[in-house]
């Protein structure tokens, strides 16, 4: 499915879910999260993760509820807590299906994001390693001084945005250097197009998500 | 600063922007330890929520200092909109679900230096944004997170909670940040 689409689709069913006290849609989620997620034959290891990193603010929430909710409804301790299990397998479902690089080619050619951001993040999210180099550096220096720095210190802070100021300037010369001209027209190597039946699936998958927030089911 | 501030957003921004964002999750991954630990320490007491929003102030800090470091309108909003995005690339707990929370605080930081007409970014409008980012989501926290089922006493004391963590990190951090960047003359005069 076209990353768009798709991004489209679970941010709307993730608002909805907000609202929605229905814990069958919950459910609904995490059953399609499941589907996609055996389907694209995800490794055991997510789903071990995707059960266990939301287990805690789950049980955190339900815990909550049933002590310090005004008439103490158990109802909505459920809803909460599987809430959280339902937007961890939306993530998923939306993880599994496309890669990063697709779903933000997709975004500058079928939602025409500007050319500035989506290879702006594009050429930033390669630093990733060299960041965190960059902070063990900063905070190995500073311990050989004698200084212990802290996450909260500023002075951290405050030398990695130095070298972020440093690296925006010369990696954006760079790319102007290679050809890059800020939201102007480009050609693609790889053209995504959103093929009809996209829409009609979208469509569907809301419909069908709708009968379940609206329904009178718990 | 003169009137005539250049809004548009160029490529060096969007670069400094998702770095900086990809710098804070770096910082304040250990954080997620913490948090954990907090939460099983306050969860057979149903106080967990109390855990969620003592630590908040860091997730909402990348829209303050977004505005800051760049003075233009909608540089928080933006900011905090990519720091979401880089935190759901780099795996963070929730995916996509950070899109629309990171949405919401920025859009709630941004109101504090609307209010000011983008033209201060002293600790009067960082602390300002801090009640603006923590009204709204807060508000929005009252559906999603289901805050509006509790005790109204529970209600204020996170309300407060949330308000001293965004103002401790999102103004007294984000302002001595920057005050170190303007002594390094290292931000650009436009």
């Not at chain 1, 496309?98 to 050619?109: F, G, N």
Request: aromatic share 14%.
């Amino acid at each position: 499915m076209n990353p768009t689409v798709l991004l489209a689709v679970v941010l709307v069913c993730g608002i909805e879910l907000s609202f929605a006290r229905v814990i069958t849609a919950n459910l609904l989620v995490i059953i399609v999260g499941v589907v996609v997620l055996v389907y694209k034959h995800a490794g055991w290891r997510t789903y071990l993760r995707l059960l266990l990193v939301p287990l805690l603010p789950a049980l955190g929430v339900w815990f909550s509820m049933a002590y310090f909710a005004v008439d103490h409804q158990l109802h909505y301790a459920w809803v909460l807590a599987t809430r959280i299990y339902a937007y961890s397998f939306l993530g998923a479902i939306f993880t599994f299906s496309t890669t990063v690089s697709r779903t933000l080619a997709s975004l500058e050619q079928n939602a025409h994001l500007p050319t500035t951001f989506v290879y702006g993040m594009l050429a930033a999210l390669n630093f990733v390693p060299k960041i965190r180099s960059e902070v063990t550096t900063i905070k190995a220096s500073a311990q050989m001084r004698g200084i212990t720095l802290h996450f909260w210190s500023p002075q951290l802070m405050f030398k990695g945005i130095l070298a972020a100021l440093k690296w925006s300037e010369s990696l954006a010369e760079a790319m102007t250097s290679h050809g890059f001209a800020e939201n102007q027209p480009r050609t693609h190597y790889l053209v995504i197009q959103i093929p009809k039946w996209n829409y009609f699936a979208a469509i569907l998958t809301l419909a069908i998500f709708q009968i379940f927030i609206f329904s009178a089911w718990p | 600063m003169n009137k005539t501030r250049n809004n548009a957003w160029h490529l060096r921004d969007v670069i400094l922007l998702t770095l900086v964002a990809i710098l804070t999750g770096v910082l304040y991954f250990g954080v997620v330890f913490l948090y954990n630990a907090l939460s099983v320490a306050l969860t057979p007491l149903g106080l967990a929520p109390f855990g969620n929003d003592l630590i908040l102030g860091l997730w909402t800090l990348a829209a303050p200092l977004a505005a800051c470091l760049l003075q233009k309108i909608g540089s928080a909003t933006i900011g905090e909109i990519l720091a979401s995005a880089v935190e759901a690339i780099m795996g963070g707990q929730w995916g996509i679900s950070t899109l629309i929370s990171g949405f919401i605080q920025g859009i709630g930081s941004e109101l504090g230096f609307t209010f000011t007409a983008y033209k201060r970014y002293d600790m009067v409008s960082l602390s300002l944004s801090a009640l603006t980012t923590t009204i709204v989501t807060f508000t929005w926290d009252l559906f999603q997170q289901g805050y509006a089922a509790y005790h109204l006493w529970m209600i204020i004391a996170l309300f407060f909670t949330r308000l001293l963590s965004i103002w401790l990190f999102g103004a007294l951090l984000v302002h001595a940040v920057v005050k170190l960047l303007e002594r390094s003359h290292m931000l650009r005069a436009e």
